[in-house]
């Protein structure tokens, strides 16, 4: 079984920064890419950023400039550093893992954690 936990996020001023980390566990073989979503202003949840095996980032122009993802492959983690944050970055975040292979397992499939709480207010 594979695990995603997501750590980092909290209460911040606008203008402030934080630093969101997510670290995928389990019997891994390989994970193709991982990245962050949040909720969509209407429904379902927007892509925040990306990053491939690698080291291919994408962001939306909502976030570009100003956020930054980073990968550890070795350690199957991933970390989201949040500058310049704003009121409308107030969200829960979730980490994805796309493509994970496990040992032993035919096929992939994607994974999510369970969220972490960001809150940009003065």
């Known amino acids: 079984q594979v695990q995603v936990v997501e750590s980092g996020g909290g209460l911040v001023q606008p203008g402030g920064s934080l630093r969101l980390s997510c670290a995928a566990s389990g019997s ?7 990245g ?20 291919i980032t994408n962001y939306p122009d909502s976030v ?3 956020f930054t993802i980073s990968r550890d492959n070795a350690k199957n983690t991933v970390y989201l550093q949040m500058n310049d944050l704003k009121p409308e970055d107030t969200a829960v975040y979730y980490c994805r893992a796309e493509r994970v292979r ?4 035919m ?6 954690g ?5 809150t940009v207010s003065s």
């Open 36 to 55: 962050w979503d949040r909720p969509a202003p209407v429904n379902g949840r927007e892509m925040i950023a990306r990053i491939s095996s690698g080291g």
């Open 102 to 105: 496990q040992w032993g397992v």
């Open 107 to 112: 096929g992939r499939r994607d994974y999510w």
């Open 114 to 118: 369970q969220g972490t709480q960001v």
């Open 64 to 66: 570009k400039g100003r």
């Open 28 to 34: 891994i073989a390989s994970i193709d890419a991982m």
